[in-house]
Protein backbone atom coordinates (compact mmCIF):
# COMPACT_ATOMS: atom_id res chain seq x y z
CA UNK A 1 0.00 0.00 0.00
CA UNK A 2 1.38 3.63 -1.22
CA UNK A 3 1.74 5.67 1.63
CA UNK A 4 -1.10 8.29 2.24
CA UNK A 5 -0.38 12.18 1.58
CA UNK A 6 -1.03 14.63 4.47
CA UNK A 7 -3.98 16.57 2.61
CA UNK A 8 -6.01 20.59 3.59
CA UNK A 9 -9.54 20.65 2.18
CA UNK A 10 -11.17 23.61 3.02
CA UNK A 11 -15.02 23.40 3.43
CA UNK A 12 -16.69 23.27 -0.32
CA UNK A 13 -13.27 23.03 -1.65
CA UNK A 14 -10.33 20.93 -3.48
CA UNK A 15 -8.07 19.52 -1.49
CA UNK A 16 -4.51 20.63 -1.46
CA UNK A 17 -1.71 17.21 -1.37
CA UNK A 18 1.39 18.49 0.64
CA UNK A 19 4.17 17.65 -1.59
CA UNK A 20 5.94 15.57 1.02
CA UNK A 21 4.87 14.37 4.25
CA UNK A 22 6.24 16.60 7.24
CA UNK A 23 8.72 14.43 9.82
CA UNK A 24 7.04 16.04 12.94
CA UNK A 25 3.75 17.78 13.43
CA UNK A 26 2.27 19.28 17.28
CA UNK A 27 -0.74 19.72 18.69
CA UNK A 28 -0.93 22.18 21.78
CA UNK A 29 -4.20 22.73 24.31
CA UNK A 30 -4.68 25.02 27.11
CA UNK A 31 -6.85 24.84 29.87
CA UNK A 32 -7.71 27.80 31.64
CA UNK A 33 -7.62 27.60 35.84
CA UNK A 34 -8.87 30.93 37.74
CA UNK A 35 -8.00 31.28 41.02
CA UNK A 36 -10.98 31.10 43.42
CA UNK A 37 -12.47 34.51 44.99
CA UNK A 38 -12.78 32.94 48.72
CA UNK A 39 -10.70 33.43 51.63
CA UNK A 40 -9.06 30.10 51.65
CA UNK A 41 -7.57 31.54 48.03
CA UNK A 42 -5.46 33.53 50.58
CA UNK A 43 -4.71 31.51 53.08
CA UNK A 44 -1.16 31.66 54.08
CA UNK A 45 -1.38 28.00 55.41
CA UNK A 46 -2.18 26.70 52.11
CA UNK A 47 0.44 25.08 49.79
CA UNK A 48 -1.71 26.70 46.99
CA UNK A 49 -4.67 29.09 46.22
CA UNK A 50 -7.97 26.78 45.26
CA UNK A 51 -8.76 26.88 41.53
CA UNK A 52 -11.76 26.71 39.25
CA UNK A 53 -12.07 25.40 35.89
CA UNK A 54 -12.43 28.30 33.40
CA UNK A 55 -12.98 26.37 29.96
CA UNK A 56 -11.29 24.42 27.64
CA UNK A 57 -8.89 26.59 24.85
CA UNK A 58 -8.59 25.45 21.34
CA UNK A 59 -5.93 23.40 20.45
CA UNK A 60 -3.90 24.61 17.92
CA UNK A 61 -1.95 22.19 15.00
CA UNK A 62 1.59 23.49 14.01
CA UNK A 63 2.91 21.98 10.87
CA UNK A 64 6.40 22.47 9.01
CA UNK A 65 5.80 21.89 5.16
CA UNK A 66 8.23 21.39 2.16
CA UNK A 67 8.33 22.63 -1.25
CA UNK A 68 10.42 21.82 -4.19
CA UNK A 69 10.36 23.28 -7.50
CA UNK A 70 13.81 22.48 -8.56
CA UNK A 71 12.68 19.89 -11.37
CA UNK A 72 9.77 20.90 -12.42
CA UNK A 73 9.11 22.85 -15.97
CA UNK A 74 10.70 25.61 -16.98
CA UNK A 75 7.62 27.53 -17.13
CA UNK A 76 6.67 25.70 -14.05
CA UNK A 77 9.72 26.13 -11.65
CA UNK A 78 8.47 29.10 -9.35
CA UNK A 79 7.74 27.07 -5.73
CA UNK A 80 4.69 29.76 -5.55
CA UNK A 81 2.80 27.82 -7.94
CA UNK A 82 3.12 25.46 -4.80
CA UNK A 83 2.39 27.39 -1.78
CA UNK A 84 -0.22 29.41 -3.41
CA UNK A 85 -3.26 27.25 -2.69
CA UNK A 86 -2.05 27.50 1.05
CA UNK A 87 -1.65 30.64 1.31
CA UNK A 88 -4.58 31.50 -0.35
CA UNK A 89 -6.29 29.76 2.84
CA UNK A 90 -5.55 32.83 4.81
CA UNK A 91 -7.58 34.81 2.60
CA UNK A 92 -11.45 36.26 2.92
CA UNK A 93 -13.85 34.19 1.09
CA UNK A 94 -16.61 35.63 -0.73
CA UNK A 95 -19.08 33.89 0.86
CA UNK A 96 -18.37 33.77 4.45
CA UNK A 97 -16.42 37.01 4.86
CA UNK A 98 -13.76 35.07 7.09
CA UNK A 99 -11.16 32.32 5.59
CA UNK A 100 -12.07 29.25 5.42
CA UNK A 101 -12.54 26.18 7.85
CA UNK A 102 -9.98 23.58 6.80
CA UNK A 103 -9.59 20.09 7.63
CA UNK A 104 -6.08 18.53 7.72
CA UNK A 105 -6.39 15.00 7.33
CA UNK A 106 -3.66 12.12 7.53
CA UNK A 107 -3.14 8.50 8.01
CA UNK A 108 -5.95 7.06 8.59
CA UNK A 109 -8.55 10.04 7.59
CA UNK A 110 -12.13 9.79 9.58
CA UNK A 111 -10.85 7.44 11.91
CA UNK A 112 -9.99 10.09 15.13
CA UNK A 113 -7.89 7.28 16.93
CA UNK A 114 -5.39 7.12 14.40
CA UNK A 115 -3.56 10.30 12.85
CA UNK A 116 -5.58 12.90 11.89
CA UNK A 117 -8.35 14.90 11.04
CA UNK A 118 -7.82 18.06 12.51
CA UNK A 119 -10.66 20.77 12.09
CA UNK A 120 -9.26 24.37 12.18
CA UNK A 121 -8.39 27.83 10.30
CA UNK A 122 -5.03 29.02 9.57
CA UNK A 123 -3.77 31.14 12.69
CA UNK A 124 -0.15 31.58 11.48
CA UNK A 125 1.54 31.67 7.91
CA UNK A 126 5.36 31.96 7.68
CA UNK A 127 7.13 31.06 4.05
CA UNK A 128 10.66 31.06 4.28
CA UNK A 129 12.56 30.65 0.65
CA UNK A 130 15.80 29.08 0.55
CA UNK A 131 16.54 28.92 -3.06
CA UNK A 132 16.10 31.18 -6.12
CA UNK A 133 17.41 30.97 -9.72
CA UNK A 134 19.64 33.16 -11.90
CA UNK A 135 16.16 35.78 -12.31
CA UNK A 136 15.34 35.74 -8.46
CA UNK A 137 12.52 32.66 -9.09
CA UNK A 138 12.03 31.51 -5.54
CA UNK A 139 12.62 27.15 -5.93
CA UNK A 140 12.33 26.01 -2.71
CA UNK A 141 10.00 27.08 0.56
CA UNK A 142 9.60 25.84 4.04
CA UNK A 143 6.35 26.55 5.17
CA UNK A 144 5.44 26.98 9.02
CA UNK A 145 2.06 26.67 9.30
CA UNK A 146 -0.49 26.46 12.54
CA UNK A 147 -3.88 25.63 12.54
CA UNK A 148 -6.24 27.11 15.33
CA UNK A 149 -9.16 24.62 16.39
CA UNK A 150 -13.08 25.41 14.92
CA UNK A 151 -15.25 23.61 16.42
CA UNK A 152 -18.74 22.67 16.07
CA UNK A 153 -20.77 24.23 18.89
CA UNK A 154 -23.56 20.75 18.31
CA UNK A 155 -21.34 18.50 17.61
CA UNK A 156 -18.85 19.02 21.16
CA UNK A 157 -21.99 19.82 23.08
CA UNK A 158 -22.65 15.60 22.15
CA UNK A 159 -19.18 14.36 22.74
CA UNK A 160 -19.03 16.32 26.30
CA UNK A 161 -22.94 15.56 27.06
CA UNK A 162 -24.99 12.80 24.40
CA UNK A 163 -27.72 13.30 26.20
CA UNK A 164 -27.88 16.81 25.00
CA UNK A 165 -30.22 17.44 22.04
CA UNK A 166 -31.44 19.91 20.08
CA UNK A 167 -34.61 21.15 19.21
CA UNK A 168 -35.90 23.46 15.96
CA UNK A 169 -38.63 25.80 17.18
CA UNK A 170 -42.08 25.53 15.61
CA UNK A 171 -45.11 28.18 15.15
CA UNK A 172 -46.89 28.66 18.16
CA UNK A 173 -43.96 26.47 20.31
CA UNK A 174 -42.92 28.27 23.36
CA UNK A 175 -40.63 27.24 25.84
CA UNK A 176 -42.99 26.34 28.17
CA UNK A 177 -44.51 23.55 25.65
CA UNK A 178 -41.38 22.48 24.96
CA UNK A 179 -40.44 21.87 28.79
CA UNK A 180 -43.87 19.75 29.05
CA UNK A 181 -42.84 17.82 25.87
CA UNK A 182 -39.47 17.01 26.30
CA UNK A 183 -39.26 16.75 30.40
CA UNK A 184 -43.07 16.08 30.89
CA UNK A 185 -42.86 19.30 33.16
CA UNK A 186 -43.78 22.96 31.77
CA UNK A 187 -42.06 24.65 34.71
CA UNK A 188 -38.34 23.50 33.76
CA UNK A 189 -38.63 26.24 30.66
CA UNK A 190 -35.97 28.07 32.98
CA UNK A 191 -33.41 25.14 31.85
CA UNK A 192 -33.57 25.45 28.00
CA UNK A 193 -33.97 29.44 28.68
CA UNK A 194 -30.62 29.66 30.43
CA UNK A 195 -28.80 26.92 28.56
CA UNK A 196 -29.58 29.34 25.25
CA UNK A 197 -29.15 32.59 27.01
CA UNK A 198 -32.66 33.31 26.32
CA UNK A 199 -33.27 36.92 28.32
CA UNK A 200 -37.13 37.16 27.28
CA UNK A 201 -39.02 33.53 26.96
CA UNK A 202 -41.76 35.40 24.89
CA UNK A 203 -39.50 36.24 22.13
CA UNK A 204 -39.17 32.72 20.38
CA UNK A 205 -38.85 32.77 16.77
CA UNK A 206 -39.96 30.02 14.45
CA UNK A 207 -36.77 28.00 12.63
CA UNK A 208 -34.33 28.75 16.05
CA UNK A 209 -31.99 25.87 17.02
CA UNK A 210 -32.36 25.45 20.78
CA UNK A 211 -30.20 23.25 23.39
CA UNK A 212 -32.17 21.01 25.48
CA UNK A 213 -29.91 19.92 28.56
CA UNK A 214 -30.60 16.77 30.31
CA UNK A 215 -32.19 17.41 33.47
Known amino acids: MAPSK????????TAIDVMFNPNTYNITKTVAWRTSSDNAA???????????????????????????????????RDVRLLTDPIVRLTRIGRKNGRPPVCTVAWGAGKDKKIGLPFD??????????????????????????TFLEFLNRE???????????????????????????????????????LANGI????????????????V
Open 6 to 13: LTITPKGG
Open 42 to 76: SDASANAPIRSFGGGGSRQLSLQLFFDATEAAQDK
Open 120 to 145: GVISHLKQNFVLFDSVGRPLRAWLDV
Open 155 to 193: DDERETDPETSTRIVRRNDSLASIAADVYDDAGQWRLIA
Open 199 to 214: EDPFVLPAGTKLTVPK
